[in-house]
């Protein structure tokens, strides 16, 4: 795949999943799942952007995360050494990711297009407090002779995390989320199992991301305490796990304000546990990269799962349209098929008929047959005539099917009209039965009937000559058929004379008798013959109906609620393209 395309892969992925977001977001109970395909598209954007652009692996990104007033800023101040990251004791004090950067850094952030999404780089530095969708970035002057994270890893102090609402500044928080290659979870002592960080830090697991757990504010004779606590309440309910967890207990105005000289005993193992992790720098870019991949690879059915509800939906609408379907078939066989008779084809056997009489001198012996039998004939016509009952002719074949049309057609505007409020594809089709859905469906079916009938009736006159064109075009198998219809009528005559002797009266009955039953016999096998073509010619004209008709509306009606720029059609796109899009990225990347 060239570049172009990659990219181009690359900027669809993180769309298709900010559309599904947005597509589910009205839905009710969606918000942990909104979050999900939230990370999912900063993972695609910050990690596999980047990756794909071959972006050098410094500088790694380590985000501090958590509750509101949890101490993200004070720990943030901590893994730098310095008090640029506002605390304050008003929750929810930080309102948008701030990046803290070593000043005289060798490394840059990544230049990648599409890089933080929907976040906007603000040119100087403001409060921690302006709440937009923006990030800002502060550079830190390091003193060289101290421990420094700043080397390696930009420090982001993000916003919290106690709701899941998407209206305000949780994007920002998940866009660095996706970002990072370590996060430090910070949760203080009074709410450390609040429910939604408590969620977030779920999430974040389950994307594969590094995590590192930092409890604060304890008094310092609980620390052992309160951390085996938060394993029994909170790790161990959690899928895998933080690779640590670690405590810092409440720490004095004067550890505060220097962290480097005062709270050395809590900050150097914080910053030993991030250096580890990110050391070498090109294995925990790798780390971040493959496990970014294998959370919207393998987690992909889970993340797709939002439209769960939309694809039960088109499947119940599938099913409707199929059943509406079957039943418009079964009705045109019990209806109008079953009864129909072909008329073409007693004509073809009145012509099969009198191709096997014999030609020429021939024509004598038949016709002297026929004369000698015809007194039986005609009694056995009378004899069939009065026993056979009357036959109901078959409905003529447009009102059946416009019958059939009708019961589909309503059938379906009744259950749009039951289900419209289940979901907004029941809606939007009951929305589509009262603007005239049914009124198009009609106009197509007109038209393929017309279709339909007009190559139907080519098909049935076809069908019926070729029972007698067959035998003219074939003049031994003509012959054979004339031949043996011959012998049998010769036989059954002389055998009564043979048998009685020349001069019995009795011949005069018998001989006629055996050359109507020979004759008979011949036109019963026509008879068979023709009704066996006929019943084929039924068969093959209820697969034509389906082909030409229902097979074409039922397809037209399945992809109706998807074409013409629905969001259902958007939604089927979107869910085909983002597996091809993920393979695509997958295959160069693995
Ligand atoms: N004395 C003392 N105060 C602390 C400690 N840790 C945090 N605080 C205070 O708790 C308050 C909240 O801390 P922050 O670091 O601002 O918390 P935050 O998680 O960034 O909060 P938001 O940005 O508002 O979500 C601040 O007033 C801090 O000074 C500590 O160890 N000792
Ligand atoms: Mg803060």
New binding site residues.
């Given amino acids: 795949m060239d570049p172009a395309a990659l990219r181009t892969a690359v900027n669809q992925l993180s769309d298709d999943f900010a559309w599904l977001e947005d597509h589910v977001r009205s839905r009710a109970n969606h918000e942990l799942q909104l979050g999900a395909l939230r990370l999912a598209a900063a993972v695609v954007r910050n990690v596999l952007g980047p990756a794909l652009e071959k972006q050098p692996a410094l500088p790694l990104h380590v985000a501090v995360v958590?509750?509101?007033?949890?101490?993200?800023?004070?720990?943030s101040n901590m893994l730098m050494g310095s008090m640029l990251?506002?605390?304050?004791?008003?929750?929810?004090?930080?309102r948008h990711p701030i990046a803290y950067l070593k000043g005289n850094a060798e490394f840059s952030l990544p230049t990648t297009l599409g890089f933080l999404g929907p976040l906007r780089r603000l040119d100087q530095s403001e409060s921690?407090r302006l709440d937009q969708d923006v990030w800002q970035v502060r550079r830190v002057s390091v003193d060289p002779d101290q421990l420094s994270l700043l080397d390696k890893f930009v420090v982001w102090?993000c916003?919290?995390m106690t709701t899941w609402a998407a209206t305000g500044y949780v994007p920002r928080l998940l866009e660095v989320c996706g970002l990072a290659d370590v996060i430090i979870y910070?949760a203080?002592d009074e709410r450390y199992n609040d429910e939604v960080p408590t969620q977030y830090l779920r999430l974040l697991l389950e994307a594969g991301k590094t995590v590192v757990v930092m409890l604060?504010?304890m008094r310092a004779t609980d620390v052992p305490a309160f951390l085996a606590h938060f394993e029994k309440e909170v790790v161990s309910k959690l899928p895998g796990g933080p690779v640590a967890i670690m405590a810092?207990?409440?720490?004095?105005?004067e550890?505060?304000s220097d962290p480097i000289r005062k709270a050395m005993d809590y900050r150097v193992p914080l910053l030993n546990q991030v250096l580890v992790l990110g050391t070498p720098a090109d294995a925990a870019r790798k780390r971040t990269l493959t496990s970014g991949l294998r959370f919207l690879t393998e987690g992909q059915a889970k993340l797709l799962s939002v439209a769960r509800a939309d694809l039960e939906a088109m499947d119940s609408w599938r099913s409707a349209v199929q059943l509406g379907q079957t039943e418009f078939e079964n009705r045109y066989r019990r209806e109008y098929l079953t009864s129909e008779q072909f008329r073409r084809f007693d004509e073809a056997l009145v012509r099969l008929l009198d191709l096997l009489e014999l030609p020429g001198v021939g024509r004598f012996f038949s016709t002297a047959v026929n004369v000698i039998t015809l007194p039986i004939t005609w009694a056995k016509n009378w004899f069939v005539k009065a026993i056979s009952a009357v036959k109901t002719p078959a409905m003529p074949e447009r009102p059946v099917l416009e019958a059939g049309l009708a019961a589909w057609s309503d059938g379906l505007r009744r259950e749009g009209a039951a289900k419209a409020q289940t979901h907004p594809l029941w809606k939007h089709i009951n929305d589509g039965f009262r603007q005239g859905l049914d009124r198009e469906l009609k106009q197509r079916f007109e038209a393929s009937v017309n279709g339909f009938q007009a190559s139907l009736h080519q098909e049935v006159d076809r069908c019926a000559r070729a029972i007698y064109e067959d035998l003219h075009t074939n003049p031994v198998a003509l012959n054979t058929l004339r031949g043996a219809k011959f012998a049998l009528q010769v036989a059954a005559i002389i055998t009564p004379v043979i048998t009685l002797g020349i001069g019995n009266v009795l011949n005069f009955v018998l001989v006629p008798l055996a050359a109507a039953v020979a004759g008979q016999l011949v036109e019963l096998l026509g008879h068979k013959y023709v009704d066996f073509r006929r019943e084929e010619t039924r068969s093959r004209q209820q697969a034509m109906m389906s082909a030409q008709v229902s097979s074409p509306l039922g397809q037209w009606l399945l992809q109706w609620p998807t074409t013409g720029g629905s969001i259902y059609e958007k939604l089927q796109h979107v869910l085909r393209r983002i597996p091809e899009n993920l393979n695509a990225v997958k295959n160069v990347l693995k």
């Avoid at 990251?85 to 930080?94: R, V, W």
């Avoid at 810092?248 to 105005?253: E, Y």
């Fill in positions: 958590g509750g509101a007033g949890a101490g993200k800023s004070t720990v990251a506002e605390s304050n004791p008003q929750a929810g004090f930080t921690a102090d916003p919290d910070v203080s604060m504010k810092t207990p409440q720490l004095t105005f550890q505060l």
